[in-house]
Each structure stands twice: as C-alpha cells, then as structure tokens.
T-cell receptor, first 112, second 115 residues
Framework: SQQGEEDPQALSIQEGENATMNCSYK?????LQWYRQNSGRGLVHLIL?????REKHSGRLRVTLDTSKKSSSLLITASRAADTASYFC????????????FGKGTLLTVNP | NAGVTQTPKFQVLKTGQSMTLQCAQD?????MSWYRQDPGMGLRLIHY???????DQGEVPNGYNVSRSTTEDFPLRLLSAAPSQTSVYFC??????????????FGPGTRLLVL
C-alpha cells in the first residue's frame, strides 16, 4: 500500500517562482526522503530528513517534517526550467530495514 | 563508477514467456531492490536483498523471482509473463555502512511490454 501521498498531483509555475509540494504518510517513520525523476529516467535522491529533525536545507531545496501531523513539504526556491520533473516522497518505516515506500508523485512544470 | 546499470532498456514479451531483467552495481553496496512503476501508482517494491545470499519479498512479489549470488548482481526473473506485468522496472542500491546509508541509487530502468 502507498505510504506517502503527494499533493498536488501536478503543479505548473513560471521560472523564478517558488514551488511547494506536500507529502502525507500514515505510520511512524525513521526518515523521509525526496527524489526527482526526469521524464523517462531513473530517480535521483534529493534530500533526506530524519524523524528527529524538523527542517533541512540543500541549495535551493528546503524540506520540513512534522511528525505530529505525519506530513512533509518540499520547497524549491527560484525555480528553473530544468527543475521540471516528477517529485516523489519516500518513507522508511520504523524497523523496515531500509525499505522505502514511495508516494505517487507531483509533476512539476516550470515554464520559461 | 558506472553506478547502477540495467539491461535491457526495453523488452517486448508475449504472454507466458519468461525472461530475466539484469541489474548490476559497482559501488559495493550491500542493499539492492527492485521496484515497478505504473502510471498513477508511484513505485512499488517487488523484492529486495540486504546482502549476497539474502532476499526477501516486498509489496508486490507475485510472478517474480530473485536471487543474489554476488554483491554486484541482482537479477529479476519473470516466470510466466502476464499483461499485468507491463511496467517500468527500476533497480536500486544503497550502502548501509556509509554516510547517509538510507539513500538509494537508481538505475535507468527497463521498460517491459507484455502482449
């Protein structure tokens, strides 16, 4: 069953704008990760946030985690056309031995 | 490093045929896994392995077999292909012994069409 659910399913913005994607999950987790997938390609790891962390930054990416609400958000600042891709959240459940459960993804389109 | 490689890139099968999807990694990662990606479903875990000689089932294992005789290779076998197995298959690996151990590295995928 799907653990993470991303929202929105699709997002279209202009270059330079910020993009925010949300992920909700159901059970307790060890960590939550965000991956990017360009059309027809494999997934690329973006950022990982552990269950005892609330916020992490990596370049133009900012991830927050609220374990009380079982939700996370990914913010991409000053978006570029090259950011156009699908973004997936993935959760590692407690005691799962590194197994990841992926959401269905958010398709982000950044228009030049 | 080539990272995670998968062959073939694309395959067409007839119902009932069998085949093996190959996956190899040159990063000496202990953990490897297979996912399938269907439209609107995200990625679902088929089988995974935490080391040579050790495999376990994921969320959707039926119709697939795996083995892990070496650290580098983790082939996925379709025993008798069905149209429901039409999908894009991704192999991934991670190394629990280093750095951010939970990060998975993905191959480019194999697109499978079963007629």
């Amino acid at each position: 069953s799907q653990q993470g659910e991303e929202d929105p399913q699709a997002l279209s913005i202009q270059e330079g704008e910020n993009a925010t994607m949300n992920c909700s999950y159901k059970t307790s987790i060890n960590n939550l990760q965000w991956y990017r997938q360009n059309s027809g390609r494999g997934l690329v790891h973006l950022i990982l946030i552990r269950s005892n962390e609330r916020e992490k930054h990596s370049g133009r990416l900012r991830v927050t985690l609220d374990t009380s609400k079982k939700s996370s958000s990914l913010l991409i600042t000053a978006s570029r056309a090259a950011d156009t891709a699908s973004y997936f959240c993935a959760t590692e459940e407690g005691g799962s031995n590194y197994k990841l459960t992926f959401g269905k993804g958010t398709l982000l389109t950044v228009n030049p | 490093n080539a990272g995670v490689t998968q062959t073939p890139k694309f395959q067409v099968l007839k119902t009932g045929q069998s085949m093996t999807l190959q996956c190899a990694q040159d990063m000496n990662h202990e953990y490897m896994s297979w996912y399938r990606q269907d439209p609107g479903m995200g990625l679902r875990l088929i089988h995974y392995s935490v080391g040579a000689g050790i495999t376990d089932q994921g969320e959707v294992p039926n119709g697939y077999n795996v083995s892990r005789s070496t650290t580098e290779d983790f082939p996925l076998r379709l025993l008798s292909a069905a149209p429901s197995q039409t999908s894009v298959y991704f192999c991934a690996s991670s190394d629990p012994g280093t750095g951010i151990k939970e990060t998975q590295y993905f191959g480019p995928g194999t697109r499978l069409l079963v007629l």
